[in-house]
């Protein structure tokens, strides 16, 4: 069982930046691809960007450019840089372990972000 804890979400102005963190427990961390997802009210959950365990990274058009998703293995953390935000950034953020082999799939709390204009 890994369990994930999301911190850094809040309020901010459009143009402004935040870093969301996800801490997982556990010492496998480093066989997880990490991901970050996102979900609006009335909407279905849609991926963000997401780090391989090699560490290669994917993004959603509507964020490549202006977010940057990294981990650090040892502090057994993925962190997810968003700059230049929008108001449609605003939404509840949730970080995702999976493993595929055997499968596992762990997800966080989420984190609300909110950003005005």
Same mark, same amino acid.
């Given at each position: 069982?890994?369990?994930?804890?999301?911190?850094?979400?809040?309020?901010?102005? #459009?143009?402004?930046?935040?870093?969301?963190?996800?801490?997982?427990?556990?010492?496998? @961390?480093?066989?997880?691809?990490?991901?970050? $997802?996102?979900?609006?009210?009335?909407?279905?959950?849609e991926l963000v960007a997401n780090?391989?365990?090699?560490?290669?990274?994917? $993004? #959603?058009?509507?964020?490549?450019?202006?977010?940057?998703?990294?981990?650090?293995?040892?502090?057994?953390?993925?962190?997810?840089?968003?700059?230049?935000?929008?108001?449609?950034?605003? #939404?509840?953020?949730?970080?995702? #372990?999976?493993? $595929?082999?055997?499968?596992?799939?762990?997800?966080?709390?989420?984190?609300?972000?909110?950003? @005005?204009?």
């Amino acid at each position: 069982q890994v369990q994930l804890v999301e911190s850094g979400g809040g309020l901010v102005q #459009a143009g402004g930046s935040l870093r969301l963190s996800c801490a997982a427990s556990g010492s496998i @961390f480093s066989i997880f691809h990490m991901g970050w $997802y996102r979900q609006h009210p009335r909407k279905q959950r849609e991926l963000v960007a997401n780090i391989t365990n090699g560490g290669t990274t994917n $993004y #959603a058009d509507s964020v490549n450019g202006r977010f940057t998703i990294s981990r650090d293995n040892a502090k057994r953390t993925v962190y997810l840089q968003m700059n230049s935000l929008k108001p449609e950034d605003t #939404a509840v953020y949730y970080c995702n #372990a999976v493993n $595929y082999n055997p499968y596992w799939s762990f997800w966080g709390q989420g984190t609300q972000v909110t950003v @005005f204009s």
